[in-house]
T-cell receptor, first 114, second 114 residues
């Protein structure tokens, strides 16, 4: 049973560019959350998708957007990249029966903005 | 606002010694509490969780944690540390009243000396 998978594992971009990160949730899970983990910090909640809609959003600008597909996979898009967007981006999934925020994390995508 | 504090940035213990990692939270609702571990280059692995009931919870890899409502704490413990426990540990809090996000502490890096 595959866990949460993310692609790519590493990415290098320059300021002003746009990037798309991908996530496949754990089998049977229908909810996907995205987190940003800057160096030396804990993960920060970006947003969560459920039934192909953004259900909740953290304190991130509109440059951060997402999408969820009918197969529950998800994408995170970041426009107009800034140096400060360099971080590990983590995807987490939750099962449909979960009512208590149990989230299972992927290995992340390391984004470097030069 | 919800917040999680992990007072110790780094902790070093000898192999075989006991371990306690501290976590304090500030939440305006009944919290769900989690401990995650992150090895270098890896995502977050769930160690244990607390929702309600018995305030001492057991997790994987021999870890346990105790919820103390009066102290707003959820400290992680292990009786005897193994070299493979060296990693970064994150405390996280969620609550139904605040939606589906997890709020993380900044993490504690555990070093194990032989």
């Amino acid at each position: 049973d595959a866990g949460v998978t993310q692609s790519p594992t590493h990415l290098i971009k320059t300021r002003g560019q746009q990037v798309t990160l991908r996530c496949s949730p754990k089998s049977g899970h229908d909810t996907v959350s995205w987190y940003q983990q800057a160096l030396g910090q804990g993960p920060q909640f970006i947003f969560q998708y459920y039934e192909e809609e953004e259900r909740q959003r953290g304190n991130f600008p509109d440059r951060f957007s997402g999408h969820q597909f009918p197969n529950y996979s998800s994408e995170l898009n970041v426009n107009a990249l800034l140096l400060g967007d360099s971080a590990l981006y983590l995807c987490a999934s939750s099962p449909p029966w979960d009512r208590k925020n149990i989230q299972y994390f992927g290995a992340g995508t390391r984004l470097s903005v030069l | 606002a919800q917040s999680v504090t992990q007072p110790d940035i780094h902790i070093t213990v000898s192999e075989g010694a006991s371990l306690e990692l501290r976590c304090n939270y500030s939440y305006g609702a009944t919290p769900y509490l989690f401990w995650y571990v992150q090895s270098p280059g890896q995502g977050l692995q769930l160690l244990l969780k607390y929702f309600s009931g018995d305030t001492l919870v057991q997790g994987i890899k021999g870890f346990e944690a105790e919820f103390k409502r009066s102290q707003s704490s959820f400290n992680l413990r292990k009786p005897s540390v193994h070299w493979s426990d060296a990693a970064e540990y994150f405390c996280a809090v969620g609550a139904r009243e605040y939606g589906n996000k997890l709020v993380f502490g900044a993490g504690t890096i555990l070093r194990v000396k032989s």
